[in-house]
């Protein structure tokens, strides 16, 4: 074999070699990310994460029995939703367990915000808050925190169940125990409110169930967290018949844990 011939066989190895490296497919490699290609063999820079914007928690401590609830904190929750409607997620919770629209998570939100009685309203970081102007302070106080982290979710209902999927990302250090959850909400339910007699009415942004027992989710980073940590968990959760498959949301919220008590981060839908 002469030197020409080893030459030309030594370039069509080279074509074989590279041409065996472009053909390895490229994608989202992050089993995190939104949009993880699990064929993937190269990372493209296309993976998709919750976006770094910040949202408050607006929670609304009712009981469908009390009428003061009816008259009065229900139109102070709607006006409270409307003038800041571009800073809120809502969340409408019935922690007595003899209410219809009890759920058994509602309980320890309810326990972690010091609900002192019927109606209450929680804002981001306080609670205890029955003016408009007070709810207001507390929105703005909390949307002007940057936010640590975010959270973001997929769902869909299979049968008896909705399965949710639920994103985390921080987007810079952080230290101390952080949690995520998931929260199914359901909107436009059929049931009677004590002081409302109009028969339009209907229970929006009403709690069904968490990712947790707990209501503030899973650990999904402890000590030192580097910026860019992700996190993913996929969640099975029982639909009772009589929750209407139509009217279902999902939102997700991270907290802070501190002590026995959990501090909102952020929230979104």
Request: charged content about 15%; aromatic content about 12%; some cysteine.
């Amino acid at each position: 074999m002469n030197s020409r011939q080893l030459f030309y066989i030594f370039n069509f190895i080279l074509i074989l070699l590279f041409s065996s490296c472009n053909d390895s497919k490229k994608g989202c490699t992050d089993p995190n990310a939104f949009n993880f290609d699990p064929l993937a063999e190269k990372n493209d820079g296309s993976c998709a994460y919750p976006e770094n914007e910040k949202k408050v928690l607006l929670v609304l401590f009712n009981n469908s029995q009390n009428s003061t609830c009816g008259t009065f904190g229900i139109p102070l929750f709607n006006n409270a939703m409307a003038a800041n409607a571009s800073k809120v997620i809502p969340m409408v919770v019935h922690p007595t367990s003899t209410d219809t629209l009890f759920c058994g998570e509602a309980v320890n939100i309810a326990s972690n915000y010091n609900q002192t009685g019927y109606p209450d309203i929680a804002a981001g970081l306080q609670s205890n808050l029955l003016t408009l102007n007070h709810i207001n302070q507390a929105v703005d106080e909390s949307y002007a925190i940057a936010p640590i982290a975010n959270s973001s979710t997929d769902f869909n209902v299979q049968g008896d169940s909705v399965i949710i999927t639920l994103y985390a990302k921080f987007f810079g250090g952080a230290i101390g125990e952080y949690y995520a959850a998931a929260y199914i909400l359901e909107n436009n339910i059929n049931l009677p409110q004590a002081g409302i007699t109009d028969p339009s009415f209907r229970h929006n942004y009403v709690l069904r169930a968490t990712t947790s027992t707990s209501a503030f989710g899973d650990l999904i980073a402890n000590s030192g967290i580097s910026a860019a940590t992700s996190f993913k968990k996929r969640y099975g959760i029982f639909k009772p018949p009589h929750w209407n498959t139509a009217n279902i949301q999902v939102i997700s919220a991270v907290w802070k844990r501190e002590g026995s008590n959990f501090i909102f981060i952020n929230v979104n839908d």
